[in-house]
């Protein structure tokens, strides 16, 4: 059936309807496809409409009270356009250099520039006031704009700058690594530091502008607009008041150093380089981080100078100024490791925390192993008899020889308790702080020793080496040097864990990423305490070995006579009963030649701390290269920037209470041993009552296992 | 050939009366239209570092779900939907009415549901409801509408557009409007009453553009305001409704009589003309395939379409069918006609799709349901019940 009548009409309207408003389409497409074509292909070939990106404004970086760190300045810049500038770029040059007073030269060299985009706009001057600019703009030099931009400026200058880190000209392969975010071949992005890794928050996200320009790239008439997203503010975990104490100090006791007399060489030390870090124990925040030589960022923001290049690159006494030794320098652990060592071997049962020990200036190893099987103290010095508290104060080698012998010889995976121990203090791997370029250091094995052996043979096989994991490969490792290897920074939080009673963080430096306002900033990310693990000592002498720790500053009577801890001379006048410091020196032999004096290298000097000992709330690390003693050279700035401390932390805020184990105070709970016992020359002697006194198999006694208990035992 | 068991078909059969060529050629033009929509995006994604398969890839998607959908209403009669037309109007009163509450607000207008995975509109689906409902009611008529049957059938209109009217929904607005008009057209309304309603229609538009003035409130917002008159004056060089404008004329004329190839063309690779992929789609057909591979064919393509439909009106077993059909055609041609024009600068700027072509899962969608249910009801126009 079909529609007929009425609605058939009306439907063949509809019809006429529809071809009606087709012919209006069909004939303005035929005029515009056909009949102007070539007026709209000219159009298109011409078309000038240029999207703009709007930078964003980079975000500050701010100490943990708000301090700025670093900002952003607005200076006056000419720029120059290649492209525009054509014949006349001689009079533009005349020009400019009546105008801002920069050289003619420098000018051209910066417009030729060849690692600059070549289609982009060349800075020739910066740093003009207003009226300069003005003067620039009314002479309209063809492609010269004149204009204020801002710059990263860092009002700190060389504090904080290896922590900072700086922004510079963009490194080959970023702007392929980053393509569709924005950046231009100019852009100026974060080099080192925070700067570095933290480039995506602290730069924001660009703005688009669709403009119509003429001839000239003038701009008409804003078509659109995007907004740029301003960068967010990093909020750092460290206080610069404290940082400009650490940098300070550091630097006073690397030039105290070098006006002291090596007794290897009888040549002053070189002593040309260091690194300190300051770590709250309670939440792992890193509150001061130092590295010397340093260098002031502000330097590399518009490219160095040839002055500055040297300075920076070139100066054979301050080698790797840009480097931050704090995270990136590779040391040997030296006497520091000893509480390592000492753990360990207290967890392996070769050590009897109030066992005596006679020190008599060397460690032979057992049996028949031809040359080299003697080890010796430090200055070959005799130390007597002792127990590891006396061994840790006084630094005996040869106590911690034995301990690293002893472990060696014991059967199965026992024997590698101190890699194992180490490997728990977080040495060997990153400790996981929010900056790049982190050094992870190197704890040694047979795995280790054998990669090492086989991929550098023309250094390490030298002698008469073998690539097996032999007795002195331990040996030197109980005592923190050999193959082992670590940062300043993995140290202190090593000696922070074991100061909080056992929990290892993983370092902040950042403590919080925010939105950049100054009344209410929404936080965006924020960095609590990160604990990568935790350490059980409920099985190791805690306070034998806290005792010693505690001695290193000090001189005590113990059971043994005197004990004169290694640093007690830079503590000598601190009020160690007030706020008693524990520590840890270290004197560890450099490997080599410093180049630029042609000699061989002395020892790096450390120092690790821990205060207030009853109550650790700061672990303070000092490494200073080619330095001499760890208590001579080391200790003193240890010890001024826990002066510093106890000034400044008045003004900080407790932090948050996590819920650690609380360190034991340090108060022996063995009681005294009688003076009666003390020359019976017993090498395992386990006072009866104390906690530590199960009795421990020492390995290679004929009571193996059951020990005689009498004081006057087998002869030593 | 052996015809061992060739199916039995009755003359009732509503298979036999399928119309093939009508869905064959909406498949054929929404093809052109995926390969288009990558043409229109793939500059700015790769600039992105996005995938530039990412909006080829959902409209092909799209066409597949609208091609299922559009086999469903084909095959449901579509003289079911006219007995519940009371449930289905009430149906689209209430979720307009919903979505002005609940609804989320994309660009200004209130129209969608945020449903997990996909926004749902209810003004797209209310155009079935509304084509039913009216269709229902103007079909009592029996061809000669009286003042008050008039009367009623734009009241009917009236509630739902008003409630899109709120939801700041101006273009689905107006394409209810096209369905009123094309419908009250063929169920009968007198011509003088047509001719009295287009000037009152007048009126009201001139009332709204010139409603601060009169009524001391803007009823359109100046952006609003200024895509719909930029094209009354092309030589002004201000704002961004006449920038789009110049720039879609100069993306057709550039494609000339046999266009710049696949791919090639300068406007829609530096992404000079705005919302490409969507609303200014024919661009890139203009500029790349030109006057005689693209333009031309794509014309007639639609106007191809719009005949079958017609055709299928006259064909339509009753009124109610015939009145269904033309729903669907005057929304079509509305929405061809108002998004090529608009397009070429002989119509007023605003956001419609242009059908099977445009990015978008509703406008597809919709499009092809359109067309099942014009399929539904030629098939059955000697259906018995």
Redesign the interface.
Known sequence: ???G????V??A???V??VA??S???A???Y???L??D???V???T?R?RLISIPPIRGRILDRNGVVLADNEFVGVVTVDPTQVGAERDRVLDELELLTGESRDLMAARLDDPAADPFAPRTVAAGLDENTLELIAERALPGVKASFEPRRVYPQKAFAAHVVGYVGAMPEGFLEAH??QGYTLNDRVGRAGIEDLFEEELRGRPGVRKV?VDRQNRVL?I??EEPPQNGYDVVLTIDIELQQAVEAYLALGLRDARQKISPDSDLFFPAYAGAAVVEDVRNGQILAMASYPTFDPNWLVDGLSSDLYDLTFNDPFSPGRLNNRAIQGLYPAGSTFKLVTAIAGSRAGVISPRGRYEDVGYFDVPGDCGTGCRFNNAGKAIMGPMDLSTAISRSSDAYFYSTGYKIWALPGENQWAIQDTARQFGFGSDTGIQLPFEKSGRVPDDEVKRVLFESRPDVYLTEDNVVTWVPGDNINLAIGQGFLTMTPLQLTNAYATWANGGTRFAPNIVDRVQTREDAEPEIVTDFGPRITDVLDFSDIPRDVINEGLAGVTRVRRTAYGVARGTASGAFELWDNAAYPISGKTGTAQAEGINKALARPKEDTALFVGYGPTNDPRYAVTVIMEEAGFGGDAAAPVVRNIFDALRRLEQNWAEPEDLPLETPQPVTATCPEIPRTLLHGGAEVFVPEGCPYGTPLPVIGTPSDGEPAPSPAGSGG | MLHTSAPRRTLHSPLRYVDWTLPLVAVAVSVLGVFMNYSATWRLLE????DVLFFARRQAIFVVIGVGVMVLTALLDYRVLGEFHRQIYLGLLISLAAVLVFGREVQGARAWFQLPGFQLQPAELGKFALIVALAAYASRSE??MDLPALFNSLMLAAVPMVLIFLENDIGTMLIYAAIVM?ML??A?ARVSHIVVLTIIGALVVLLVFNSSRLVGRDLLGERQQERLTAFLDQSS??G?AN?NLN?S?????????TGQGWLKG??TN?N?VPEQETDFIFTAV?EEL??LFG??PL?LA??FL??RM?AA???????FG?LVV?GV??MF?FQT?EN??MT???MPITGIPLPFMSHGGSSIITAFAAVGLVVNVRSR?FARD
Not at chain 1, 5 to 8: A, E, F, L, N, Y
Not at chain 2, 249 to 257: K, T
């Open positions: 059936m079909t529609q009548g009425s609605t058939g009306r439907l309207f509809l019809g309807v529809v408003l087709f209006a389409l069909f303005r497409i035929w515009l496809q056909v102007a074509t007026e709209y292909q159009q298109a070939a078309n409409v393509r569709g119509e008439r078509l659109g | 600039f992105n570092g996005g061809g000669e094309g057209l063929v009968g060089n201000q961004q920038y720039q004329q100069i993306a057709l004329g550039s494609g000339g009589l300068t406007q530096l000079l203009g030109g006057f333009s031309l014309l639609y106007l719009m005949s017609l009106a006259r064909l339509a077993g009753e009124l015939t033309v055609l005057s041609l006609f090529l024009g070429m600068g002989i126009r």
